[in-house]
């Protein structure tokens, strides 16, 4: 087995004497730090697998042009959904997407807040994970208004119509929800990098270079000052972004627990989708850290530990997850409203059951598996994994939305749902676009922060016994 | 001995964050107080080695919320209660738990720009000009060096007196900064 000789051979597998592996591997210097990231955007040549990643996410992007292009010249109707299933893949799509996204924000704020220094390689990248995510998300409300050139009514703002809009409905919630989620992440995500953006311009050797990372940079000099205040509004912004990302996709959930929906109308609605959000978005992180620690060669500073953390993050949050699915079920039988107790016989026995069990294999049976320790110490079976959970939660949503809405109170009203090639062009579309985005993002950006390597190094604590005051 | 007007300070080298803690601890208890220290990295200690006050960024932020908080509930208020009053399946006008969401999501909107406005005005970003970058070692600040600038402002700023204090901190190099 690989992952047996893995753990003989890779020195990074433990610390002497804990049994953990270290966040970085020995033997970093603040040079030596620097110098591996920032190569990665300045000096290293770009990959042909660079190029190949770009241009197919590229001509996925294009898909999405087309698709959304058609969409507005001929109506939603391009989609399979009608009535009763007025959702379906475009809301599934748009919760998969912000759902990612929490990752990014939980790794940056909470677990800064906790002091979990293992946070420190992967925060970048997952702040810039949130914030391709979000913007995929936006994307499917956005246009699934019908008329998407008229969504500026949804802001309010004084008008010659004299129409403001409906503070009361939960969409309403959302549009403020996700811009100030999406501002937030990208202010988080920019503040970040700012001391980075530093480095490589005092780094770069080319003019363009110089000159774009410079007014990037903003003029930052690391004065002792300025860091003082920095780092009172980094741990500021934490404090504020936590509440947030539970908010976002509380607020998310409340779409769907405000309607009077058998399947819909429920208290467990708000932490089961927080739970949700991060168990899918740490899956998204590993499905990302992995191939691309592979590729940078970057296993010096996303080390096992690293994976491992995360593996045990999604571990817990898939059992909430779970224990979700069965409050869902018991809270279903225990109403004993019979609408309430058709949905769950309708999930396991209707027209979409196998969708269901598919759910329940991805998200319930197969992330077991990191019980293990060899499972978590196994980058392909951690990659695996995530590939299943990423699967099962946009099951899950798919679930939620279309087997709620198909058969709900009248038999004379229930309908069947089936997607089209747009809906799915427009799906297959933003994951194109989020790894376009992505891709742009490692080529031309720092994407593991580089000041905040250097701090964990042993080098960076002022030694006490040498202070000559 | 004059100073000279066309030089922004002196400027010493260090290569561990302890020696420019130490640095500025002596620098200030040999008198200097107009001074700054640049690191890659926040280093806490040096902070307090240098005598500044707490930073007014956590007043900044806390106003910042509660002028979102207001703002967007009265926003809702006025929209729903008073500018454009809709009865919505017998709800009241001013429904204010329906409003709660909003709310706190502008408290968190404007806190959140407070903070990084905020720091960036306090600290005087976006800078596209300032004279340490003169130095062309400096650009080692974003890497792996520690610089300690003495500012020719400071009261007890003396190019010779200075620069030789600044050699017995036994810096890698010290480098006139010029303005």
Redesign the interface.
Known sequence: MTERHEEIDDPLHTIVGTGKPPVIAPGH???TV??KISAIVLTRPTGLGWYAGFGISFLLTLLLFVAVSYLVVEGIGIWGNNVPVGWAFEITNFVWWIGIGHAGTLISAILLLLKQTWRTSINRFAEAMTLFAVACAGLFPAIHTGRPWLDYWLL?YPNTM???????SPI??DV??VS?YA??SA??W??GLL?DL??L???SQSKTGRVIYGMLA????????????????YL??AG??T??VV?VHT?VS?DFSIAILPGWHATIFPPYFVAGAIYSGFAMVLTLAIPIRAAYGLEDFITLRHLQNMAKVMLVTGLIVVYGYMTEMFMAWYSADKFEVFVPYNRLTGPYAPYYYALLFCNAVAPQALWFRRVRSSPIGLFVIAIIVNIGMWLERFIIIVTSLHRDFMPSAWGRYAPTIWDWSTFVGTIGLFLALLFLFLRFLPMISI??M??ILP?????ED???? | MARTPTIYGLMAEFEEPTALVNATDLARREGYSVMDAYSPFPIEELHEALGSHHTRLPLIVLVGGILGCVGGYALQLWASAVAYPINVGGRPYHSWPAFIPITFECTILAAALSAVLGMLALNGLPMPYHPVFNVPRFALASRNRFFLCIEAKDPKFDLEATRRFLETLNPREVSTVAD
């Open positions: 210097t603040f040079s620097t110098d309010p004299g129409v403001w809009p409906q503070f009361r309403m919630w403020f929800a100030t501002t937030v202010l988080f920019y503040i001391p530093a480095t311009r005092d780094r903003m003029g930052w000099r690391g004065s002792a000052h300025h860091w003082h205040r920095y780092e009172t509004a500021l912004l504020i972004a509440p947030l908010s607020v409340f000041f905040e250097r701090t080098g960076a604590k002022v030694d040498l202070r000559v005051i």
